[in-house]
């Protein structure tokens, strides 16, 4: 598949496939944009809920339809620990595996460089460390990333990284972004000569930008990256513990060297104030375990701010949890009854709670695209983005 590109276009380079994306409306910089996957169309700026081992923590593939999910991601290297992913390709691929007919993106296991970064062993080759779940060596390099993302199917597959903590030293930035660039360019070989293909159709390959809060890694970063001709683009290597103004100011400061016809995929926010603020910065696609996380420790994301479920003051509560939202948990239960079902530690609780929190940050973007089309972003923002 590819998109009709204008005159000036960025170019793909050959053998990656490319999934038709279109910017229809612009504000400032923010966008609001159409990807079209063979598995059907996300209308960006999109929110995707993170099935870390194949589900989506309390929420069936059903009901995550009908809050209003486009898109789920799933992770790469616990699928790969847990059942493997030659089980899952046994079993009919990870789309059959997870009961979820839409698209997939799949992360490369990059991000468990950073998690596990005390027990890995970072080399030019790949990355060496020990399964969490029963202590086996594995070799993680671009090329088993390719190779895992390709029997696992997703539709969006993500190149392998090295993603550095924040307060990284300039000379481990730089290495990263070094290394990194060589592992995409063994991620695009590794994807071509696989001709593209997963074990479930066509997959589009993003390439990741690293480079720290350094404008010059970044601007090196993103050049690299552009020479190798990846049909979309991640911002990574942010929310790792760095001052949030300098998140939105790198941000900005990515996208806008990144080409305008291309999908931009921030790796990692979740909470409402910093979804706008990354959609301001012209990025479509995001992901987070924080909706459901902070949902399982009983706390909901509301237009007032975050509701801790565990406050006595909402033992007697008649209030909804949010009088605008049309979830189940607001539109059937009290505040009150939810704080038992939290405080019990009953399933359907966190389950509310779990599908509360997604149909917060859906409904969010979906409008935050309206007020671009709209042309009233700014206003939007300023109104919503204030209780947090």
């Not at 995707?48 to 790469?76: C, E, H, W, Y």
């Not at 696992?152 to 924040?166: N, T």
């Not at 940050?361 to 409008?367: A, Q, T």
Request: glycine content about 12%; proline content about 6%; charged content about 20%.
């Amino acid at each position: 598949m590819r998109v009709h590109m204008p005159e000036g276009a960025s170019a793909v380079a050959p053998g990656l496939p490319d999934f038709p994306f279109t910017v229809e409306a612009t504000d400032g910089t923010a966008r609001a944009g159409v990807l079209q996957t063979p598995r059907g169309t996300v209308f960006t700026p999109c929110f995707m809920p993170v099935g870390t081992k194949g589900t989506v923590k309390g929420v069936s593939p059903d009901r995550l339809r009908s809050l209003g999910a486009q898109i789920v991601l799933a992770n790469t290297y616990h699928l790969a620990m847990r059942p493997g992913t030659d089980t899952v390709q046994a079993l009919g691929g990870l789309h059959r595996f997870m009961g979820w007919n839409g698209p997939l993106l799949t992360d490369s296991g990059g991000f468990q460089v950073f998690s596990l970064k005390t027990t890995a062993d970072i080399r030019d080759e790949g990355v060496a460390f020990r399964s969490v779940y029963d202590g086996s060596p594995h070799l993680f390099t671009p090329e088993r990333a390719m190779a895992e993302q390709r029997a696992l199917g997703g539709d969006l597959v993500m190149c392998f990284d090295e993603c550095p903590p924040a307060g990284a030293p300039a000379a481990a930035l730089a290495g990263a972004v070094e290394r990194t660039q060589e592992w995409a360019r063994r991620c695009a070989v590794a994807h071509r000569e696989a001709g593209g293909h997963g074990c479930d159709g066509p997959q589009m390959l993003l390439g990741i930008v690293q480079g720290g809060v350094d404008p010059a890694l970044r601007r090196q970063s993103v050049e690299g990256l552009l020479a190798l001709g990846f049909p979309g683009y991640a911002i990574g290597g942010l929310s790792v513990g760095e001052d949030r103004d300098e998140t939105y100011s790198v941000t900005g400061y990515t996208a806008g060297l990144l080409p305008a016809d291309r999908v931009r995929y921030f790796m990692g926010i979740g909470d409402p104030a910093g979804l706008l603020e990354v959609i301001e910065r012209g990025v479509d696609l995001f992901d987070c375990v924080l909706p459901t996380r902070t949902a399982r420790m009983g706390t909901a994301f509301t237009r007032e701010g975050r509701l801790n479920l565990k406050n006595s003051c909402h033992a007697r509560s008649t209030e909804p949890l949010d009088a605008d939202c049309d979830c189940p948990a607001c539109t059937h239960f009290t505040r009150g009854a939810l704080r038992h079902y939290v405080q019990q530690k009953e399933i359907l609780g966190l389950q509310l709670l779990t599908e509360h929190n997604l149909r917060f940050l859906f409904r969010l973007v979906e409008d935050a695209r309206a007020a671009i089309v709209a042309g009233t972003f700014a206003a939007f923002k300023g109104a919503r983005g204030a209780p947090w």
